[in-house]
């Protein structure tokens, strides 16, 4: 499940008007949606409540294999209408394969004035750990409809390290963090620039659309869907989508280090027709390819992912590394469960379908299955759905290469959240 500080911040981002998608650092999440799933370790609790629309607040604890937790507090300047567990959609709060909108101009919301001057949307999220006494806090705000800075600072007291400097004097390294992050979408280019104090790790990356954006896109499909093509006209056409290529360069000031990769993706168009832009069409199918290339490491990593049927994506992932030769080639699955609708006696399709429609297809949903299968030998299987009012994670990691032990971690987590 996703925490729910990043179900706050997603529903930020959807308010003001940003799209998280057009953004390098983001350039493989079709893969890794299904591929990179965290399975639980031991017993985790989440509990969340939403007082108002402006502050929220999230406790954890984990129960095993050790006791520990931490508290929450998020407040944000615009109003955020994020429902109870129980009322969420199970598809809002897993990390899943989807296809997104097509790139646009961001527009921001229209602008507030007080006192004179003009008001810019932010968030404040801070979490404290016990008993490491580690402090998380992220601060984000909007300077214009196409900009957006992120500042966040990790401080662990648990993790530092005391250096004797030429004096004899000692000095607390190690311990603290700041990064910012100056992030730009004009929707036909998207750019970011970022910054780490601990180890002076200066980035910038950069993501190209080709292709219509926003509007053009939707004009034009609009004119090729009035028109009339016969089913051979359809076929020919191929997978309809969108390329975007990218690069990002990094240099450590520390470490006297940089680095350098470059990145491609196809991804088929959502359907504009469909109330639901990702639902299965069989002639133009969910399809995401993704290709990442480091000269520097020598690197490169290919990703295809498709969903094959309504409710089943696959996704295949080959990673090799042309100076050593190693290799890993990674499959995974996820597969949405749903109930079973009783369907009418008589053969009346159209009230079948009304049935569906009147039921919703959020209410259908029971559960989503997730599996990865790795050559390292590593079988993870994970199960996320909804018991009551609680949103629930179980999963398991094996190796079946270790006999002695072939179950290396097993995971169980309870999600609760209120709004009222």
Same mark, same amino acid.
């Given at each position: ?139 984000? #705000?909007? =300077?214009? +409809? ?7 600072? !990790? *401080?662990?007291?648990? &993790? /530092?390290?005391?250096? %004797? ?121 969910? #399809?995401? =390819?993704? +290709? ?7 690197? !490169? *990593?290919?990703?295809? &992912? /498709?969903?094959?049927? %309504? ?110």
């Amino acid at each position: 499940m996703l925490p729910y500080a990043s179900i706050v911040l997603q529903r930020y981002y959807k308010v003001t008007g940003w799209n998280e998608d057009n953004l390098y650092s983001n350039l493989t999440r079709a893969s890794t949606s299904i591929l990179d799933f965290s399975v639980p370790r031991g017993l985790h609790f989440h509990i969340s409540k939403s007082p108002n629309p402006w502050f929220k607040t999230t406790y954890s604890m984990n129960a095993l294999p050790s006791l520990n937790g931490s508290i929450g507090y998020i407040f944000t300047s615009c109003d955020l209408d994020v429902k109870g567990s129980a009322d969420l959609r199970l598809k809002d709060v897993v990390e899943r394969f989807r296809i997104y909108d097509v790139p646009r101009r961001p527009e921001g919301k229209p602008e507030q004035w007080l006192g004179g001057e003009r008001r810019a949307d932010f968030l404040l999220y801070g979490r404290y750990y016990i008993p490491s006494s580690r402090l998380d806090a992220l601060y984000s #705000t909007r =300077l214009s +409809a196409q900009t957006q800075a992120l500042i966040s600072v !990790i *401080s662990d007291p648990s &993790t /530092a390290l005391y250096a %004797r400097g030429s004096k004899g004097g000692t000095s607390l390294i190690g311990a603290n963090n700041v990064m910012f992050n100056l992030q730009r979408d004009t929707g036909r280019w998207s750019t970011e620039y970022s910054w780490s104090a601990d180890d002076g790790m200066l980035g910038a990356r950069a993501l190209y659309n080709f292709g219509a954006l926003g509007d053009e896109e939707d004009t034009r499909e609009r004119n090729v869907r009035s028109r009339r093509v016969d089913e051979e006209e359809a076929m020919e056409g191929g997978l309809r989508g969108r390329f975007s290529a990218g690069a990002e360069v990094y240099f450590s000031a520390k470490e006297k280090s940089a680095g350098v990769s470059t990145g491609l993706r196809f991804t088929t168009l959502p359907e504009p027709s469909s109330s639901d832009p990702n639902v299965y069409d069989p002639i133009q199918p969910p #399809t995401a =390819l993704t +290709a990442i290339f480091n000269p520097m490491m020598g690197h !490169i *990593s290919s990703a295809y &992912t /498709a969903r094959v049927s %309504r409710d089943l994506s696959l996704c295949s992932r080959f990673d090799f590394n042309v100076y050593s030769y190693e290799s890993e080639w990674t499959m995974g699955a996820e597969w949405w469960i749903r109930k079973r609708i009783r369907k009418s006696n008589g053969s009346d399709k159209a009230l079948d379908v009304a049935l569906l429609r009147l039921i919703g297809e959020a209410s259908q949903i029971r559960g989503v299955v997730k599996a990865r299968m790795s050559t390292s030998s590593d079988v993870s299987l994970m199960w996320e759905g909804r018991l009551g009012k609680t949103l629930v994670s179980l999963g398991v990691v094996s190796d079946f290469s270790n006999r002695s032990k072939p179950i290396r971690a097993i995971g169980l987590e309870l999600s609760y959240f209120s709004s009222e």
